[in-house]
């Protein structure tokens, strides 16, 4: 395809991604529907350069006005995903003349915004968070929200061992590596054509961050349980908690999607399960789970967050929401939180996990909890960890005696994760 053919479409698809009425990879998805003649190379191409405009708009927006033609074009040449001599050979003198003068400003001599790239209803929480000082974390995290996220994979532990799948995959052409903390985790170098290697299609890996498999590994789930994954979605860590329950017992994964619940079919097929059980609810009060109250062995809630954990893989989430929306999800975690609480027995574990890094969607919504359940007592997440023989336990968790997971993309190379556990009293 010619490069000014490539650079066009680049620019067509950031147009339909900047709207933001729907999900970035769901847009370029029905781009790539409507443009049947872009090959691999292209589309590859075309989501590396939406995506670089979405992580750094800030900036990008920054130097755009002092360019010429479609505002579009200039951002799609700022954060082009392909060879730069395929883009040279796209431009005009007067477009390469200002793309290096746009390259040539140094990043400490931009406004901050400009260097952070995130909006201020998220900036100034992590700001408060993490500190900006030097040797404070607020700098180190916005850096490297600004990458992509490394592709992990979960070995199913039904029936497979992560030595002889890494073996696999590295005769396949694949290199990958155990991941630091998770005993089920392989790290994959590049981004391979998963879907054609064997130990894919027939269920030994699965695609999951290594902080989604630590959530799944805190909820112990163990033989012949009844167990709930509250907010399942698509069905991850249901496929991990089912491989550590080894298919025996009960595993509902619940959610309010259907559309969700359905996209976990193909998934329970490869992975050989047969005690998942999917159900689809109208909200967290419906009567299938007070039919199922006080009989929970473990539960978990990975309550729906802003996602800002996960900005590397989805930067428009931080385009696309703002204050009132936190606030809004704040309060329905703790109300799903609650409700989930019901479905245990006396002994039960509940766990808490967002993927947010926002305190208020999560020590803030812990301490609530807290508060108004009497019944549930607190377990401190390193112990948890260490006694599930987790390397470096200490250094994931954060508050007293190590209370919470805390994964933090700049610190642990995973998503940004925070859990939390209870055990109910009698």
Request: net charge positive; with cysteine.
């Amino acid at each position: 395809m010619h490069p000014k053919a490539v650079l066009d479409a680049c620019a067509d698809l950031v147009r339909e991604a900047l709207v933001f009425d729907h999900p970035a990879d769901a847009v370029a998805a029905r781009f790539f529907r409507t443009h049947r003649g872009l090959g691999p190379r292209e589309r590859a191409t075309l989501s590396d350069t939406l995506f670089a405009v979405l992580r750094r708009k800030l900036q990008y927006e920054h130097f755009a006005p002092s360019g010429s033609g479609p505002r579009e074009r200039r951002l799609a040449i700022l954060g082009f995903g392909g060879p730069r001599d395929f883009l040279f050979s796209a431009l005009s003198p007067q477009e390469k003349e200002w793309l290096q003068q746009c390259e040539a400003v140094a990043t400490a001599d931009l406004l901050d915004r400009h260097r952070h790239n995130l909006p201020e209803w998220l900036a100034q929480p992590l700001r408060a968070q993490l500190g900006t000082d030097k040797g404070q974390d607020f700098w180190p995290l916005a850096d490297s929200l600004l990458g992509p996220a490394p592709l992990d994979l979960r070995v199913n532990q039904l029936g497979a061992k992560r030595a002889d799948v890494q073996q696999e995959l590295q005769a396949a052409g694949i290199e990958a590596q155990p991941t630091p903390h998770s005993p089920w985790g392989l790290r994959v170098q590049g981004k391979p054509a998963l879907n054609r290697v064997d130990a894919f299609t027939r269920g030994a890996v699965e695609v999951q961050d290594e902080g989604s498999q630590l959530l799944a590994l805190l909820l112990d789930a163990r033989r012949g349980e009844m167990v709930t994954d509250f907010c399942a979605g698509a069905g991850g860590k249901t496929l991990a908690i089912g491989a550590t329950m080894r298919n025996t017992g009960r595993l509902y994964a619940f959610d309010t999607s259907a559309h969700r619940l359905e996209a976990l079919k193909p998934r329970l097929g490869r992975s050989g399960l047969s005690n998942v059980h999917p159900v689809v609810i109208a909200h967290e009060r419906d009567d299938r789970i007070k039919r199922l109250a006080g009989k929970m062995d473990r539960v978990l809630v990975d309550a729906p967050c802003s996602g800002t954990g996960t900005l590397r893989r989805h930067p428009d989430l931080k385009w696309r929401q703002d204050q009132r929306a936190v606030d809004a999800l704040s309060a329905l975690q703790l109300a799903v939180l609650q409700s989930a609480a019901r479905l245990l027995k006396p002994g039960g574990r509940l766990v808490y996990a967002t993927c947010s890094l926002l305190a208020q969607e999560n020590e803030d919504v812990a301490a609530a909890f807290t508060a108004a359940q009497k019944a549930f007592v607190p377990l401190p997440v390193a112990a948890e960890l260490a006694r599930l023989k987790v390397d470096g336990a200490q250094g994931l968790c954060t508050g007293p005696d190590g209370q919470f997971l805390r994964l933090w993309p700049h610190r642990h190379a995973t998503d940004g994760f925070f859990a939390a556990i209870w055990q109910r009293q009698a």
